[in-house]
């Protein structure tokens, strides 16, 4: 069952992230991963009243399933790589969702 990592993140005052993100894709690739979405903060959208306050970016990535997740996380290859999203970004969120073909499991509870 396919699963979405949800990214919302500020990009910190370094260069870690552009080193991040020029080697990330394929290393996302390589699990079978896909960019599903990017998006960049719309400042001319009226916020929500909520506690957590809105980041800067928004990366949503779909993997095949949790396996492909965590051998992205786990790969030793990739052991430089994930301290330079660390480093490079500030104010990290990051949730996993299985994917759903619509809301009526959820809407039973």
Do not use: C
Not at 13 to 41: I, P
Not at 51 to 60: E, S
Request: charged share 30%.
């Amino acid at each position: 069952m396919p699963l979405y990592a949800l990214n919302l993140f500020d990009l910190a005052d370094n260069d870690d992230y552009r080193a991040y993100s020029r080697r990330s894709l394929d290393a996302v690739r390589k699990y079978g991963g896909t960019v599903a979405a990017m998006g960049a903060l719309d400042t001319d959208a009226t916020p929500t009243p909520g506690d957590t306050a809105p980041r800067q970016v928004m990366i949503l990535v779909e993997w095949p399933d949790r396996a492909a997740f965590d051998g992205f996380l786990a790969d030793p290859g990739h052991e430089d790589l994930h301290p330079l999203r660390e480093n490079g970004t500030d104010n990290y969120l990051w949730w996993a969702y299985d994917k759903l073909e619509d809301l009526r499991p959820l809407l039973k509870r």
